[in-house]
């Protein structure tokens, strides 16, 4: 379970100078649950206003309280090892969202998991961890 110290790292890498997102993808909605636009672009070539306001919305959709706004999906030790989400969640990963197959999978299960009125934005961001491990 992530906590509220670990959300705000996150939320502080959503800024040009201290992420290292790499690539953004997404797609609109309409409220028949239909995909009306996709895009998928490299932050690093976006006009700065344009990757600005990405990242802002981006930001925006870590505010709140655990448990209230922002929702903790625990995994299963069985559901990692042979569950088809966290495969998809893998892929997505592994792919860097280069994988149009796993993006569009996972576009399709949201809209349809997904109950709400009018049009809505899904966003997916790649951004690599710079944070040294020892092996």
């Given at each position: 379970?992530?906590?509220?110290?670990?959300?705000?790292?996150?939320?502080?890498?959503?800024?040009?100078?201290?992420?290292?997102?790499?690539?953004?993808?997404?797609?609109?909605?309409?409220?028949q649950?239909?995909?009306?636009?996709?895009?998928?672009?490299?932050?690093?070539?976006?006009?700065?206003?344009?990757?600005?306001?990405?990242?802002?919305?981006?930001?925006?959709?870590?505010?709140?309280?655990?448990g209230?706004?922002?929702?903790?999906?625990?995994?299963e030790?069985?559901?990692?090892?042979?569950?088809e989400?966290?495969?998809?969640?893998?892929?997505?990963?592994?792919?860097?969202?280069?994988?149009?197959?796993?993006?569009?999978?996972?576009?399709?299960?949201?809209i349809?998991?997904?109950?709400?009125?009018?049009?809505?934005?899904?966003?997916?961001?790649?951004?690599?961890?710079?944070?040294?491990?020892?092996?």
């Amino acid at each position: 379970m992530m906590n509220e110290k670990e959300i705000a790292e996150i939320r502080r890498r959503f800024r040009p100078d201290r992420g290292n997102i790499d690539r953004i993808r997404g797609c609109y909605v309409n409220d028949q649950k239909e995909i009306i636009s996709e895009f998928s672009q490299s932050l690093g070539l976006m006009p700065e206003q344009e990757s600005e306001e990405l990242l802002t919305i981006l930001k925006k959709t870590l505010s709140g309280t655990v448990g209230k706004n922002l929702v903790d999906i625990e995994f299963e030790t069985e559901q990692v090892v042979n569950g088809e989400e966290h495969k998809l969640l893998t892929a997505l990963r592994d792919s860097e969202l280069k994988d149009d197959e796993a993006v569009r999978t996972f576009y399709d299960r949201v809209i349809h998991a997904l109950h709400m009125e009018g049009n809505y934005l899904i966003l997916l961001a790649c951004d690599r961890d710079d944070v040294p491990f020892a092996a």
